[in-house]
């Protein structure tokens, strides 16, 4: 039997969250992949099995249109080499969850030399591999979903230790092409994640402090001098709806005075405004050690957190300011990445 190409998806079960009556997809990060390395696309059977469904300020997430109440939980991960595979080749593809967006979950990483992207529908396991960048190098990469044509694209910006002279490149479904735009000015970057809304790509950067904003429909970027909140030891963009921006984080040196806090960012003032702080038993359940990782990602207006050592999640709804507990959204490794996953059977690769 021919295999899935670079990356094949195997899916896990599906799980409905018990506590919130929201759900939340978690992905982890892939282990290996295929080393076919074919660009075309494919489509297999359905799944079959028992089913029921943003280092300094961080974050990636796009804003959606979907409930995540009518979402299920799908945990998937690209299928690993074989053993003898590994044993011939050496290091094996190690793919990583970059983005999902109306029903799409799109996967990247290094094979050999080549940084390889592939683009996926988990509920149908249907894939395409999309052909090689101008500049082949490690990007970070953000989706973007038109549900209207049945098209996407893809935007790869400059990786947080990669070259930031390599300009901006945006993959398009319906020429199959990447295609060559502005240099993104920054010169320090605060992390490799991004959030995208509103037709809108955001960035953190230390040089020049504040945000970078990619605009689409111009490809050009611009700086927003949004300052960052004192002592504030890590943070997640987070895209939510009506043009809406929250930045997630720590405040506070000392483990006895940290807190989770949730600012908004006020665009007329270009300025980040407090709306929330999670509550202090959330937060050592969440957090049991000062340092330790935790991951934020969100969708329409809910904030989902998961950390390393908690088996589930906690989810904050912006709007009705609430906290929940839910089940099935724990990190699997250290190097675990999470995020919404909306499953839809009209989502095309092609």
């Known amino acids: 039997?021919?295999?899935?190409?670079?990356?094949?998806?195997?899916?896990?079960?599906?799980?409905?969250?018990?506590?919130?009556?929201?759900?939340?997809?978690?992905?982890?990060?892939?282990?290996?992949?295929?080393?076919?390395?074919?660009?075309?696309?494919?489509?297999?059977?359905?799944?079959?099995?028992?089913?029921?469904?943003?280092?300094?300020?961080?974050?990636?997430?796009?804003?959606?249109?979907?409930?995540?109440?009518?979402?299920?939980?799908?945990?998937?991960?690209?299928?690993g080499l074989e053993e003898e595979t590994v044993a011939s080749f050496g290091k094996p593809v190690v793919a990583d969850v970059q983005m999902e967006d109306g029903g799409l979950v799109c996967f990247s990483g290094m094979d050999g030399l080549t940084f390889r992207t592939l683009v996926c529908n988990p509920l149908m396991q249907s894939w395409r591999t999309l052909p090689s960048m101008h500049y082949n190098?490690?990007?970070?990469?953000?989706?973007?979903?038109?549900?209207?044509?049945?098209?996407?694209?893809?935007?790869?910006?400059?990786?947080?230790?990669?070259?930031?002279?390599?300009?901006?490149?945006?993959?398009?479904?319906?020429?199959d092409k990447w295609s060559l735009h502005q240099i993104m000015p920054a010169v320090n970057l605060c992390s490799s994640k991004m959030a995208y809304c509103d037709s809108r790509l955001y960035l953190e950067t230390l040089s020049p402090l504040g945000l970078m904003m990619y605009r689409l429909d111009t490809g050009q970027w611009e700086h927003i001098p949004a300052k960052f909140p004192r002592s504030l030891l890590d943070g997640y963009l987070v895209a939510g709806t009506q043009k809406r921006l929250f930045l997630v984080g720590r405040i506070g040196l000392y483990s006895t005075l940290q807190s989770m806090r949730i600012w908004e960012l006020d665009h007329a003032k270009v300025?980040?405004?407090?709306?929330?702080?999670?509550?202090?038993?959330?937060?050592?359940?969440?957090?049991?050690?000062?340092?330790?990782?935790?991951?934020?990602?969100?969708?329409?207006?809910?904030?989902?957190?998961?950390?390393?050592?908690?088996?589930?999640?906690?989810?904050?709804?912006?709007?009705?300011?609430?906290?929940?507990?839910?089940?099935?959204?724990?990190?699997?490794?250290?190097?675990?990445?999470?995020?919404?996953?909306e499953p839809r059977f009209d989502a095309s690769v092609h």
């Open 1 to 79: 039997m021919e295999r899935l190409g670079f990356w094949g998806l195997l899916m896990g079960s599906v799980e409905k969250s018990s506590d919130s009556g929201n759900s939340v997809a978690c992905s982890a990060s892939a282990n290996n992949g295929d080393e076919d390395s074919s660009t075309s696309s494919k489509q297999v059977s359905p799944l079959k099995g028992s089913g029921s469904r943003n280092t300094s300020p961080l974050g990636r997430v796009g804003s959606r249109n979907t409930s995540p109440s009518r979402q299920k939980v799908v945990k998937t991960k690209p299928r």
């Open 271 to 341: 300025s980040w405004v407090e709306i929330s702080r999670m509550p202090p038993k959330y937060f050592r359940a969440l957090l049991r050690l000062s340092a330790e990782r935790f991951e934020c990602f969100g969708q329409d207006n809910l904030i989902c957190f998961t950390s390393w050592n908690q088996g589930k999640g906690l989810l904050y709804n912006v709007d009705k300011k609430i906290w929940s507990w839910i089940s099935g959204c724990a990190l699997q490794s250290c190097n675990s990445q999470v995020c919404f996953y």
């Open 137 to 175: 190098q490690q990007r970070q990469l953000i989706m973007v979903v038109d549900r209207s044509d049945k098209s996407f694209k893809v935007i790869a910006t400059s990786d947080i230790y990669g070259d930031k002279s390599v300009p901006t490149e945006v993959y398009d479904s319906k020429t």
